[in-house]
């Protein structure tokens, strides 16, 4: 997994997850209590309630990129410009200060200002974006988005959301965005459930992760919970997210999404990398074939090699005496392990996907392994 430096900041593996703090200079966005049009009194917000709370990294919007809300051009946020300079100016506290953009106009513009890094809400629609930010050598993160600089985030299948993140390719300190929420009125709270189950898929990257997350409505749905009761969700979230591989989260609450994301970081799989001269050995973290494919497809090996790569572990109880002989016998010899205990009538079966399917297909019908075993292959289709 790459690290990024973002201005002397580290994000990615050997680091500790990283908060994004918000702050918006934008009148007609929803979140209030970030939102400022007068510079000293932001900088006081960003001192107090982002950087004093643990906020690692500032993201300023120019804009609301609500749906409901017409495009402001690169002018109109180049308009605003001068609010978020004078604000990050007045700053006292040390932290990153990212612009939210879609326009490599207004990302030259700011950075050669005084902002370290950009969020790029259009994943790169602008294919001159990931140039100013190679000239700059600065940390870009960039949401996946179709290749429409109206429309940031909205991909309509989940399936697609990888690839829309490879659009326009990826610079060496990029870090992606699967792009949580409503971005469009096809984009379903399932999908983003669907998402956030397959986070680690991102990680075939082998770039570091940031989520938008914070009281987000597919999280606020399951608890019942509207936007100002949704903290609780939001830092249950936070965690697993951490756990499954993110390194930034942008929130509203930093101070408690700061604990959440410690807590996912202590907890979450240590991952084996050793280096030397001779090169560098990474566990990668990976529980599917999906995950594996994602790997190998960015290091151009056989994604047919994924099936094979994943060891299940499936509880088998309730089956006959002669069900059990005729696996042990069946398995004898193959990469699919089978090992009944002598407690109980539950055994344990081992393999991958890939190994279980070869299996199912290479015994006869009448085995009486051949019901468990074809069910099982059955399920990885």
Known sequence: ???????????????????????????ESPYKPSVFNNAGEAAEYVDRELIDEGADIVDVGLESANKKFEVLSA????????????????????????????????????LSRGFDMVNDICGFADPKMPEVCRDYDVAVAKMASPP??????????????????????LTDKTIVDPAFGGWSEEKTIEDDRETFRRLREFRGYGQPILVSINRKNFLRSVAGRDTEQALAV???ATSMAVERGAHVIRTHDVRETRDAALIGAEFARDRTRTASDEGTIEELDVTTTREADRHLDRLGGDPNAAADTVTRVFELSGFSPETRDALTAATAGTAVRFVAGDRTDAALLFGTPGAIRSLAGAIEDTNPAAGPLTRLAAQFE
């Not at 430096?5 to 934008?26: E, F, Q, T, W, Y």
């Open 1 to 27: 997994m790459r690290n990024v430096d973002a201005a002397g900041l580290g994000i990615g593996d050997d680091h500790p997850p990283r908060i994004m703090g918000v702050l918006n200079v934008s009148q």
């Open 75 to 110: 002018e109109g946020e180049l308009d605003r410009l001068d609010t978020a300079i004078e604000t990050i100016e007045s700053v006292s506290g040390d932290a990153i200060f990212s612009i939210e953009t879609r326009y490599h106009e207004v990302a030259e513009e700011a």
């Open 148 to 169: 429409d600089l109206e429309r940031p985030g909205a991909i309509e299948d989940v399936d697609d959301i990888y690839e829309a993140l490879s659009l326009n390719g």
């Open 234 to 236: 939001s830092l249950a």
